[in-house]
């Protein structure tokens, strides 16, 4: 959609993804280049970024990590999303070794009550 509108008002537009990455548990990410110069690479080279768009608050500190810089700007969702092994019980902070803060599978609250 972005692309899309940036197309329209004249920028050139190279979009780089890397897919399938969430069937084994990785971030799926997407590099929206726009120019108005020709077209570029679709990889953002690293420290580059002008801004950042996530849809989780890790994900965007991953991202700025690498692509991050003194002048990017960032949007990213506000609300806690809970990874499947907190929300399944299996490991309360979404850590891979289970240790650490949050409900174990012997501590959900009985909904019954």
């Given at each position: 959609?972005?692309?899309?509108?940036?197309?329209?008002?004249?920028?050139?537009?190279?979009i780089?993804?890397?897919?399938?990455?969430s069937l084994?548990?990785?971030s799926?990410?997407?590099h929206?280049?726009v120019?108005?110069k020709?077209?570029?690479?679709p990889?953002?080279?690293?420290?580059?970024?002008?801004?950042?768009?996530?849809?989780?608050?890790?994900?965007?500190l991953r991202?700025?990590?690498?692509?991050?810089n003194?002048?990017?700007?960032?949007?990213?969702?506000?609300?806690?999303v809970?990874?499947?092994g907190?929300?399944?019980?299996g490991?309360?902070?979404?850590?891979?070794?289970?240790?650490?803060?949050?409900l174990?599978?012997?501590e959900v609250?009985?909904?019954s009550?």
């Amino acid at each position: 959609m972005v692309g899309d509108m940036l197309c329209c008002q004249g920028f050139d537009i190279t979009i780089g993804e890397i897919f399938g990455a969430s069937l084994r548990g990785w971030s799926v990410t997407s590099h929206l280049r726009v120019s108005r110069k020709g077209s570029c690479s679709p990889q953002i080279p690293m420290g580059r970024a002008n801004m950042v768009v996530a849809l989780e608050q890790i994900e965007a500190l991953r991202a700025l990590k690498h692509y991050g810089n003194p002048d990017i700007k960032g949007i990213t969702n506000m609300r806690p999303v809970r990874f499947i092994g907190v929300i399944s019980g299996g490991n309360g902070d979404g850590t891979c070794d289970g240790e650490g803060p949050g409900l174990g599978p012997d501590e959900v609250p009985d909904s019954s009550a």
